[in-house]
T-cell receptor
Framework: DAGVIQSPRHEVTEMGQEVTLRCKPI?????LFWYRQTMMRGLELLIY????????DSGMPEDRFSAKMPNASFSTLKIQPSEPRDSAVYFC????????????FGEGSWLTVV | SQKIEQNSEALNIQEGKTATLTCNYT??????LQWYRQDPGRGPVFLLL???NEKEKRKERLKVTFDTTLKQSLFHITASQPADSATYLC??????????????WGLGTSLAVNP
């Protein structure tokens, strides 16, 4: 399996612009997670889906953030409008219910908002 | 609320020695603990899981212990190699999590194995 695939790997954008991060989970996995990682706060769970349905979005920082999962093989995380404090690495991860809470991460999308 | 503490200072050891990393948690005992490895510019990779009722778990050169009295998990790498250099993250699953998939993460400890 190719693992969790994220795009873009790197993005530099200007403040106020819309950012869309994309994720393809591992085939057959029924959970999908969006995490944000910074040096100060470490890994923070933003939102997770089960069978394409959002289960917990309590980690989404503001209304500027939104996530969708239109089907089992694709998810997006949008930030609109972006701000410099959104600069971080955004990880998508997936898991299968039979694997307990072991999750598989993508390589991350490195976002810089200037 | 539950928190995890990992050594913020980097650990530097000599090749061949045993590296020991610490994960301390506050409050309640987790259902289980997981350890992940993260290389620079990469996503975390799952290594080992230890359950509340297990004292020790091994996988090749890796060993994890779980002490619910001390509220601590130790992660050991024996016969360490420069390729073991990475950041190691501890994550816990709260008890009675059911279908709740929210892990609680430590900030990680950076390990450098010097040749």
């Amino acid at each position: 399996d190719a693992g969790v695939i994220q795009s873009p790997r790197h993005e530099v954008t200007e403040m106020g612009q819309e950012v869309t991060l994309r994720c393809k989970p591992i085939s057959g996995h029924d959970y999908l997670f969006w995490y944000r990682q910074t040096m100060m706060r470490g890994l923070e769970l933003l939102i997770y889906f089960n069978n394409n349905v959002p289960i917990d979005d309590s980690g989404m920082p503001e209304d500027r953030f939104s996530a969708k999962m239109p089907n089992a093989s694709f998810s997006t995380l949008k930030i609109q409008p972006s701000e410099p404090r959104d600069s971080a690495v955004y990880f998508c991860a997936s898991s299968h219910s039979a694997l307990g809470n072991t999750i598989y991460f993508g390589e991350g999308s490195w976002l810089t908002v200037v | 609320s539950q928190k995890i503490e990992q050594n913020s200072e980097a650990l530097n050891i000599q090749e061949g020695k045993t590296a020991t990393l610490t994960c301390n948690y506050t409050n309640y005992s987790p259902a289980y603990l997981q350890w992940y490895r993260q290389d620079p510019g990469r996503g975390p990779v799952f290594l080992l899981l230890i359950r509340e009722n297990e004292k020790e778990k091994r996988k090749e050169r890796l060993k994890v212990t779980f002490d619910t009295t001390l509220k601590q998990s130790l992660f050991h790498i024996t016969a360490s190699q420069p390729a073991d250099s990475a950041t190691y993250l501890c994550a816990l699953v709260p008890p009675n999590a059911g279908n709740n998939r929210k892990l609680i993460w430590g900030l990680g400890t950076s390990l450098a194995v010097n040749p």
